[in-house]
C-alpha cells in the first residue's frame, strides 16, 4: 500500500471534500482519513501510527465511525474518500478504544516502575486516559529479554506488536534490520533472522517504540524522563548539524533523544524532506566522552619536561606572556594557529579576529582544509558561490543523483537518509561512483565500481559520454560557445575506451549513467571525501561542474553540485575566515574593500592593520614553516595533527621545533603531550553558540550542563588571552559575539534557514575557463593500474559510528566498533592470499611498512584493503604519501598503493 | 445591684470561695492517674500508624525490595529523598537502587512516599528518636535505612498492615517483581504466582 505521500514534485494531488464530525474538511485525495483528521487538529490516538511510513493498522485504536458502515473503523488504513461522513468522537468509539487498550494491556506486564519508558509510554497514557481498570483476564508473557545486542535490549513481553520499530527501519532508513518472529504463541520483534542485532545502530526503532519493549543499554535503568533536564542542540559529529536533545541528570549526560519519537505523530510524510527527525549511531550514543573521566579538568603547565596541574591564572598568564614575549621578539608572522571545525561559529570567528587583530598574523586554518576547501575553492571559481547549491529537500525530491567518492551512509547518515527517501518514496535514480560496495551502492540504482583514485576519471568519462551521446543541453552551451568549445577540444582527449580500462567500468554503464544523468528533471550531484580529499579534489569538483553545465542542470529548481563534511562546522569554519585566503563571509583577504571595512570593524585605523595581504600560510605551509623555525609558537584550537596527518609530514619534528605550543582541547590528545601548555576547553554540550551544517543551515547549540572541571568554553579561552595581549574584548556570552557577527555578516544566521543560492557560471565560462579547461582533461592516461598479485590499494576512511578521533573517546562507540587494529579485505583475496580471519600481514608502501592482521570485509572491492582513519593503532596513516593541491593547499593522504604479504 | 446580690458577695469574700474553687481543680487531680509519664525511663505505646524515621525492608531471602523506581523521589513533597538507580551489577537486568537519600530533616512525614511504593519496600518505624549534634548524621543513606529496617522490620510491616498497604507476608511477595531473564543468563526464576 503506497498511501504517502499523496504529493510530489511532479504531481499535484487533486483535492476531495469529506465532512469530519459535520464540518466540511478539504482533502488531497489518496491519503489516508488518519492524516486528514489529524490535518483537522483533532487527536484520534493511534499507537502503531508514525507520518514517517505508511500506516500499518495493528493497535486499534484510531477507530472513527463512516457512515454507512456498522462498526467502526481503523481510520490509518482507511483512504479518505470524497463525500465520506466521518464522526471522530462519541461514547460508543470511547468504549472501542478502551476494549483495544485493554486487549494490549492484558499482555502486558505491569512493570512500569521498573521499565525505562515509564513516564514516556504511550500504552500508559492511554490506559490512563481510558480509565482501564479491568484486567481480569491479564496474562504474563514470561519472554526472556534479549540483551545480545551491543546498544539495545528487547524486553518483548512490553512489546504490543505495534510494527513501529520494524516499519521505520524497513521504510524509513531502509536497514531492514528487524523483523517479527512468532515464538511461544506471542508475536515478537527480533532481529532479522533471530540473531544478536546487527545494524547501523541509528537507534530510531527505540526513538519510536510507544512502550518499553526497546531500551536503551547505556541509559538503562539510569533515570526517569521526568528527571532529565532536555536540551535542544545540535550534535557535533558531522557535517548534517542534526538537531537532537542532550538529556542531562544533575551533572552527567543520561542518554540523547531526537525529535523522532511516538510522541510526535503527527505529520505529512512531504515533511520529512527536510529530514525526518532522527540521528544516527554517533549522536544516539556517542554522548559519554562529555562527561569521560579522561577529560582535561585543570590547565597544565610543562615544567621541568613533565605536564603539571596548574591554575588557570598562572597558565593564562604563561600563554600571555610568552606570545607577548615571541610577538616582540620574532614579530607576529612567528605565531600560528589552527582550530578544529568542531568548534561553533562565534569560536571560530573569534579565533581569527585574535590571530589577526590581537596578534596580528595570518598564519591560521581550520580543519576544513582536509577536504572541504577543495569544494569550497572550486565551487567559488566555478559558480561564485561558497558552499553546496541544495539542501536536504531538493536531495530528497530529485530525480537523478549522482554520489561520487562518498561512502554517504557511514560518513554522514542522514544525508543518506535522505538519498534513501529518494530512492524510495520518489524513485529516484541514484548512481553510486565509488571504489567501495557500500550500503548505498548497494540500495542505488546504477552503482559504478571503480578502482580507488578513478572517480575523477569517471567524472572525465561522464562528460564525455554526455558529449558523444549528445545529451548536451543547447540552450547552457549556446549561451558560452567559447567556452563549450574549449570543452570539447579539451575532451577530445579523454577516451572512453581508456577510462572504461582504468576505472573498471564498461562503456555502457558510463554511457546509462550519463543519460540518465542529463535526462532526469531534477539532477543532483553529491561529491564525498573520495573526491575532495582526493589528490585532485579541486580539478575533480571543476569537472563536475562541467558536467552539470553541459547538461544544463545548473541553476535550474532542485539540481545543484553538493558535498558533504566530515566535521560538523567546516562549513561555517570557512564562511567565518579561519583560512588565510578569506575574511569572514567568504570575502577575499586581499580584497581590499573588505579589508578595509573588516579593519574599521575591528577597531584599526586601515587595511593595513590587518596582516599583508598576502604570504598567510595554510595548514602545510604552517607545519613546514615550524620545522624551519620561521614559526616560533602554534596555537591549536582542538586540532591534532599529529594522530591526524602522516608520519611523513615530519609533524612531530615541527611541534618540538616550536618554542611555544598552546593545545586547547577537551581530552589530552598526542599533540597535547608535546604541548608547553594545555587547556581545557568545554565540549558542545558545555556552552552556547551555533554550527553551519553543510546545506548551511545555521543551528543553535545550546549549553546542556556546567562545564567539566575547571573546563572553559573557547570563546572564553580567546577573549581572555586577547585581552591579555592588549587587545580588549569585552565579550561577556557567546550572544555577544554573535552580535557582533550579526553586524558584521547581516543575514549570515537567516534564522536557521539556509538562503537560496544561485550559482553564477557566466562570469567564469566567459573567462579563464577556456586557457584552464585543457588542463583539467589534460591528465588522463598518466595513472598506471599495475594489477599485480600482491598489489593493493590502500583506502583509509570512516567508519559509520566514528566521527575524527573524537569519538574514539566515547566508550559506547568504541564499544559498538572498537580499534580491531585489522587491515580490512575483500574475501576474494583473503582466499587468493591464503588469509584466515586474523592472519597477519605485513603491508608494504613506498613509505613504510608494518605488519598487522587482517579481517574480512564484504564492503571492500577485491584488490583494495581498507583502514579506518580514526585508529592510529598500528600507524597504518603512516604509509600514506602526502600530496598537496597546489591551488587550494588541501593535503590527500587516503590512498596509496600497497603490497600485502603473509607474515 | 440588689440587696440579694451583695449579701452573696460579702458572703464569697469572706469564705474565700475563688480559693476553693480553685482548689477544687487542684484536689480533683490529685485522684486522677497520673498523665505526665517518666520520658525517657518510661515509654509511650506507639499506635502501629505512627509515622516515624523511613525504613527499607528486605524480603525474607535477604533480597533488597527496593527497585530504584524513583517513584518515592516523585512523590515527595518536601524532595528530601533522592534514589540513584542503575542495573544490578550481580544480577543482570535487575534494577535497583545503588545509592538511596532520605534528607530526615527536611522530611514532614507525610508518608507518600510508602503509598508510592509499588513494592512496599519503604515502610515508617515507631523510631523518633533520632536526634542527633551532628546535622549531617541526618541524612539517611541507604546503608542506615536498611539499618533501621532491619531493627524495626516488625513496626515496618505492622505500618503497611495499618496503613493498608500489605495484608501480609504473602501478599507482599506477590508484589515483588520479577524482572525477566537475559537470553544469555537466567537470572531469576520466575514467582510461582505468575508461572
Not at chain 1, 504511550?122 to 545480545?148: C, G, S, W, Y
Not at chain 1, 556570552?733 to 553564477?760: F, H, T, V, W
Not at chain 1, 557566466?762 to 599495475?786: F, N, P
Request: net charge neutral.
Amino acid at each position: 500500500m503506497a498511501l504517502k505521500p499523496a504529493t510530489n514534485p511532479d504531481v499535484e494531488a487533486a483535492a476531495i471534500e469529506l465532512t469530519i464530525d459535520g464540518r466540511p474538511v478539504t482533502a488531497k485525495d489518496g491519503v489516508s482519513l488518519y492524516d486528514v483528521v489529524s490535518g483537522t487538529g483533532k487527536i484520534v490516538p493511534a499507537m502503531c501510527y508514525h507520518y514517517t511510513f505508511d500506516p500499518f493498522g495493528s493497535c486499534g485504536m484510531c477507530l472513527v465511525m463512516v457512515e454507512g458502515k456498522k462498526a467502526p473503523v481503523r481510520s490509518c488504513t482507511a483512504k479518505a474518500t470524497a463525500g465520506m461522513v466521518v464522526r471522530t468522537e462519541g461514547d460508543d468509539l470511547f468504549q472501542a478504544r478502551k476494549k483495544a487498550v485493554e486487549k494490549h494491556l492484558s499482555v502486558h506486564p505491569l512493570d512500569c516502575p521498573v521499565c525505562d519508558a515509564d513516564g514516556h509510554c504511550e500504552l500508559q497514557d492511554m490506559a490512563f486516559l481510558h480509565q482501564v481498570t479491568n484486567l481480569a483476564n491479564a496474562k504474563q508473557k514470561l519472554i526472556p529479554e534479549d540483551t545480545r545486542s551491543l546498544v539495545l535490549d528487547f524486553n518483548m513481553n512490553r512489546c504490543i506488536a505495534c510494527g513501529e520499530c520494524i516499519n521505520v527501519c524497513k521504510d524509513v532508513l531502509m536497514i531492514d534490520a528487524l523483523q517479527f518472529v512468532k515464538k511461544g504463541g506471542f508475536t515478537q520483534v527480533v532481529a532479522k533472522g533471530d540473531q544478536p542485532l546487527s545494524c547501523e545502530f541509528c537507534g530510531d526503532c527505540l526513538a519510536v517504540c510507544p512502550v518499553g519493549a526497546i531500551t536503551n543499554k547505556f541509559s538503562k535503568y539510569l533515570y526517569k524522563p521526568w528527571q532529565l533536564q532536555k536540551t535542544t542542540t545540535t550534535c557535533n559529529y558531522c557535517g548534517d548539524g542534526c538537531q537532537m536533545y542532550v538529556e542531562t541528570k544533575d551533572r552527567e549526560v543520561v542518554r540523547v533523544t531526537a525529535p523522532l519519537s511516538w510522541k510526535n505523530k503527527w505529520g505529512d510524510r512531504s515533511e520529512t524532506a527536510k529530514g525526518h527527525g532522527g540521528i544516527c549511531v554517533r549522536g544516539r550514543f556517542g554522548f559519554e566522552y562529555i562527561d569521560s573521566q579522561a577529560r582535561l579538568k585543570q590547565p597544565l603547565l610543562r615544567r621541568d619536561g613533565q605536564l603539571t596541574e596548574t591554575p588557570w591564572l598562572e597558565a593564562a598568564g604563561q600563554v600571555v606572556d610568552r606570545l607577548a614575549a615571541i610577538k616582540a621578539k620574532h614579530g607576529p608572522q612567528s605565531i600560528a594557529g589552527l582550530i578544529t571545525a568542531r568548534c561553533t561559529n562565534e569560536e571560530l570567528y573569534l579565533f581569527q579576529k585574535v590571530m589577526r587583530v590581537a596578534i596580528g598574523t595570518n598564519h591560521l586554518d581550520s580543519s576544513a582544509r582536509y577536504g572541504h576547501l577543495s569544494f569550497v575553492h572550486a565551487v567559488r571559481r566555478a559558480l561564485g558561490v561558497g558552499r553546496m547549491t541544495n539542501d536536504w529537500e531538493d536531495i530528497t525530491k530529485a530525480k537523478a543523483i549522482l554520489l561520487v567518492g562518498s561512502n554517504i551512509t557511514e560518513t554522514n547518515p542522514l544525508t543518506s537518509v535522505r538519498v534513501k527517501e529518494a530512492i524510495r518514496v520518489y524513485k529516484a535514480q541514484v548512481i553510486v561512483v565509488d571504489s567501495a560496495n557500500t550500503n548505498i551502492a548497494g540500495l542505488a540504482s546504477h552503482p559504478l565500481m571503480v578502482r580507488p583514485g578513478t572517480e575523477g576519471l569517471l567524472v572525465q568519462g561522464l562528460i564525455k559520454s554526455v558529449l558523444q551521446q549528445d545529451l548536451v543541453d543547447e540552450e547552457a552551451t549556446g549561451r558560452h560557445p567559447k567556452a563549450f568549445g574549449a570543452l570539447k577540444k579539451a575532451a577530445a582527449a579523454v577516451s572512453l575506451n581508456q577510462v572504461a580500462a582504468q576505472t573498471g567500468v564498461s562503456v555502457e554503464q558510463i554511457n546509462e549513467a550519463a543519460s540518465i544523468f542529463a535526462e532526469a528533471l531534477r539532477s543532483i550531484v553529491i561529491c564525498g571525501e573520495g573526491v575532495v580529499r582526493g589528490a585532485h579534489g579541486y580539478r575533480d569538483v571543476l569537472n563536475l561542474v562541467d558536467l552539470a553545465w553541459v547538461t544544463g542542470k545548473l541553476g535550474k529548481p532542485g539540481c545543484g553540485i553538493n558535498t558533504v563534511t566530515e566535521e560538523v562546522n567546516e562549513q561555517g569554519a570557512v564562511d567565518m575566515g579561519v583560512a588565510p585566503e578569506f575574511l569572514p563571509g567568504q570575502a577575499r583577504f586581499d580584497d581590499e574593500a573588505a579589508r578595509a571595512r573588516f579593519a574599521k570593524a575591528w577597531g584599526g585605523e586601515s587595511p593595513a592593520s590587518l596582516p599583508a595581504a598576502q604570504g598567510g600560510a595554510r595548514l602545510i605551509e604552517i607545519l613546514a614553516k615550524c620545522r624551519s623555525g620561521e614559526i616560533k609558537a602554534l596555537y591549536l584550537i582542538g586540532e591534532n595533527p599529529l594522530a591526524t596527518l602522516p608520519a611523513s609530514m615530519n609533524v612531530k619534528a615541527a611541534l618540538e621545533q616550536v618554542e611555544l605550543l598552546i593545545c586547547q582541547d577537551p581530552f589530552l590528545t598526542e599533540t597535547g603531550r608535546l604541548a608547553h601548555v594545555v587547556l581545557p576547553a568545554c565540549t558542545y554540550a558545555e556552552k552556547e553558540g551555533t554550527f553551519t551544517n553543510l546545506e548551511g543551515r545555521v543551528l543553535r547549540v545550546r549549553q546542556a550542563m556546567d562545564p567539566i572541571g575547571e573546563s572553559l568554553p573557547d570563546w572564553h579561552i580567546l577573549t581572555a588571552i586577547a585581552s591579555g595581549l592588549g587587545y580588549q574584548m569585552d565579550y561577556e556570552s557567546a550572544q555577544d559575539i554573535q552580535n557582533e557577527i550579526m553586524k558584521l555578516l547581516p543575514g549570515y544566521y537567516n534564522l536557521g534557514q539556509p538562503r537560496k543560492l544561485a550559482p553564477k557560471p557566466d562570469a567564469y565560462l566567459a573567462d579563464g575557463y577556456a586557457t584552464e579547461v585543457k588542463s583539467r582533461y589534460a591528465s588522463l592516461g598518466t595513472r598506471q593500474s599495475s594489477m599485480k598479485a600482491n598489489r593493493f590499494s590502500l583506502l583509509m576512511g570512516q567508519l559509520l559510528s566514528h566521527s575524527g578521533k573524537l569519538s574514539t573517546h566515547a566508550p559506547g562507540l568504541i564499544k559498538i566498533s572498537s580499534n580491531a587494529g585489522r587491515l580490512h579485505v575483500s574475501q576474494a583475496d583473503m582466499d587468493r592470499l591464503g588469509l584466515g580471519e586474523g592472519a597477519r600481514v605485513r603491508v608494504t608502501s613506498a613509505r613504510g611498512s608494518l605488519v598487522l592482521g587482517v579481517q574480512m570485509d564484504r564492503t571492500v572491492m577485491p584488490g583494495c584493503c581498507f583502514f579506518p582513519e580514526h585508529f592510529n593503532e598500528p600507524p597504518v596513516k603512516d604509509l600514506m604519501p602526502v600530496e598537496v593541491d597546489a591551488v587550494t593547499g588541501v593535503p590527500s593522504f587516503k590512498l596509496t598503493q600497497v603490497t600485502i604479504e603473509k607474515v | 445591684m440588689s440587696v440579694g446580690a451583695l449579701t452573696k458577695k460579702i458572703l464569697q469574700a469572706m469564705l474565700f470561695h475563688e480559693i476553693w474553687d480553685a482548689m477544687k481543680v487542684t484536689f480533683k487531680h490529685m485522684f486522677h492517674r497520673p498523665i505526665t509519664f517518666q520520658y525517657p525511663r518510661e515509654q509511650r505505646t506507639i499506635p502501629d500508624t505512627h509515622r516515624g524515621a523511613l525504613a527499607l525492608l528486605r524480603y525474607d531471602d535477604g533480597r533488597e525490595r527496593c527497585v530504584g523506581c524513583d517513584l518515592c523521589e516523585a512523590a515527595c513533597p518536601s524532595r528530601c529523598i533522592k534514589v540513584v538507580s542503575a542495573e544490578d551489577p550481580s544480577l543482570p537486568l535487575q534494577r535497583y537502587a545503588s545509592e538511596f537519600y532520605i534528607d530526615i530533616t527536611k522530611c514532614v512525614f507525610c508518608g507518600y512516599c510508602v503509598e508510592a511504593c509499588p513494592v512496599n519496600a519503604l515502610a515508617m518505624t515507631k523510631l523518633y528518636e533520632f536526634s542527633t549534634h551532628d546535622k549531617r548524621t541526618l541524612l539517611f543513606d541507604k546503608t542506615r535505612l536498611y539499618q533501621i529496617g532491619e531493627r524495626y522490620i516488625e513496626d515496618g510491616k505492622k505500618y503497611l498492615i495499618a496503613h493498608h498497604q500489605e495484608k501480609d507476608d504473602q501478599m507482599s511477595r506477590e508484589y515483588r517483581y520479577y524482572f525477566p531473564q537475559s537470553v544469555l543468563k537466567a537470572t531469576q526464576a520466575p514467582p510461582k504466582h505468575l508461572s
